[in-house]
């Protein structure tokens, strides 16, 4: 099937920067939008920024300006750029692919996910 695996999480202060980043492996004929998304404790998940295979992308209004999505579709992998953060930045970080996948002799699209990986924003 596929695989996603990000890295890049971790602390840092209010005002800094952090890179995300995720790769995703396995039969993949396709990917097609590639989004992050996040989920701080006792509240739901929710959209950070999107990116489609042709690289129009969209960011939740919260992050508008500070976040900045890319995709290579070459490795098949998405990075989220993170500055200026926030306190309320802080979350469980998860990114998601739309794949369209081999397995044996079918193709099969679907949503994949990542582990999540934890960023904390504080002083």
């Known amino acids: 099937q596929v695989q996603l695996v990000e890295s890049g999480g971790g602390l840092v202060q209010p005002g800094g920067s952090l890179r995300l980043s995720c790769a995703a492996s396995?039969?993949?004929?396709?990917?097609?939008?590639m989004t992050w998304y996040r989920q701080a404790p006792g509240k739901q998940r929710e959209l950070v920024a999107a990116?489609?295979?042709?690289?129009?992308?969209n960011y939740a209004e919260s992050v508008q300006g500070r976040f900045t999505i890319s995709r290579d579709n070459a490795k098949n992998s998405v990075a989220l750029q993170m500055n200026s953060l926030k306190p309320e930045d802080t979350a469980v970080y998860y990114c998601k692919s739309n794949a369209l996948i081999q397995i044996g002799f079918e193709r099969r699209l679907g949503d994949y996910w990542g582990q999540g990986t934890q960023v904390t924003v504080s002083s």
């Open positions: 990116v489609s295979s042709t690289g129009n992308t």
């Open positions: 396995g039969s993949i004929i396709s990917i097609y939008t």
